[in-house]
């Protein structure tokens, strides 16, 4: 797991941020230095950009824009968010998804998401945003 979730009673900092899953309460705290998004180019030119983490939230979402903006920006072809290792996002990371969306000129959008999970997609049907994006579901 590449986020340090607290459980339980413990001292929260001002970085961590609070969320829900499964009816669970989490903390997050981010982790310095720590890769958000892993960029890869496919031999037809499609741009997939690994979401890293588990959890795509307001303490990640800065870092996915810091991270994937320039990679979509030079990118000439498809851009793909690869979310198979995500299980929840919140509307900070809705937000960020929906700004790489807008980074891609009309011939070249939407962006496509891969893998994306059962509570993902819940959670994107929820926020009305699910026909934004080209949808390819996990098996």
């Not at 807008?102 to 011939?107: F, G, N, Y």
Request: proline fraction near 5%.
């Amino acid at each position: 797991m590449n986020s340090v979730v607290v459980f339980g009673k413990q001292t929260i900092h001002n970085s961590c941020k609070r969320f829900q899953l499964g009816g669970r309460n989490f903390l997050k705290q981010p982790i310095p230095n720590q890769m958000i998004v892993q960029p890869r180019i496919e031999s037809d030119g499609t741009v997939v950009l690994t979401v890293m983490v588990d959890s795509l939230i307001s303490v990640d979402s800065p870092a996915f824009k810091m991270e994937a903006d320039p990679v979509i920006l030079a990118s000439t072809g498809r851009v793909e968010v690869d979310c198979s290792r995500l299980e929840f996002i919140d509307s900070s990371g809705m937000a960020a998804l929906l700004h790489a969306n807008k980074l891609l000129p009309a011939e070249r959008s939407p962006v496509r998401l891969t893998g994306v999970g059962k509570k993902v997609l819940t959670i994107l049907e929820m926020m009305c945003v699910h026909r934004s994006f080209d949808l390819q579901l996990r098996n």
